[in-house]
């Protein structure tokens, strides 16, 4: 392996989970919870993303981090509250693009990194001219459910090694991400 490959390869940081929240039907407020359950193919019970396996939005995280930086290039002073930027769960402590092409634990649950978490039109007109922009790079990443369980607030987040995967299901998946990556 290769110098870079093993700079890739290594995550030695955890993360923490900072916030959660659902949205029960799209374009209305987010719940802020104090835990949630993962269900596998499903995603969080409570939010309204569609179910299903193939569904690669079934879970959206931002770097806790980012919202002081979204804020920023906002003009705003204070960091921008995680339910303002319509995300489930913000993480602190970890980089979460060094998630990409990786399963990783959060409580009791396995995710899988989908892709990134693109801002969209209806956060500029939530949040006013600019936001499109203050977000790009920092909208976070997708993932979906592999294991279900339950996430709480200050859950750990940590890259998990797996060495079989048993469900063909995942293996498309991955192939997915990596071709979405080329």
């Given at each position: ?98 998630l990409k092409g990786r399963y990783f634990r959060i409580g009791q649950a396995l995710l899988q990194t989908t ?6 039109a209806r956060l500029e007109e939530r949040l006013g001219r600019g936001t499109f922009q203050a977000m790009r ?46």
């Amino acid at each position: 392996m290769n110098p870079l490959q093993e700079l890739l390869a290594d995550v030695p940081q955890s993360g923490r989970v900072r916030w959660i929240g659902v949205r029960p039907k799209a374009r209305e407020a987010m719940l802020e919870v104090e835990a949630v359950e993962a269900r596998r193919e499903a995603g969080l019970t409570g939010d309204h993303s569609r179910p299903g396996p193939r569904n690669a939005r079934q879970v959206t995280l931002i770097q806790w981090e980012h919202l002081a930086v979204v804020a920023a290039l906002l003009g705003r002073d204070t960091p921008l509250p995680p339910d303002e930027l319509r995300r489930n769960i913000a993480v602190a402590g970890i980089n979460l693009f060094s998630l990409k092409g990786r399963y990783f634990r959060i409580g009791q649950a396995l995710l899988q990194t989908t892709g990134w978490c693109q801002p969209c039109a209806r956060l500029e007109e939530r949040l006013g001219r600019g936001t499109f922009q203050a977000m790009r790079g920092h909208g976070g990443i997708t993932a979906r459910v592999i294991e279900g369980g339950i996430i709480r607030l200050d859950d750990s987040v940590q890259v998990e090694i797996l060495d079989n995967l048993s469900d063909p299901q995942d293996n498309d998946a991955r192939q997915g991400w990596r071709a979405r990556l080329e």
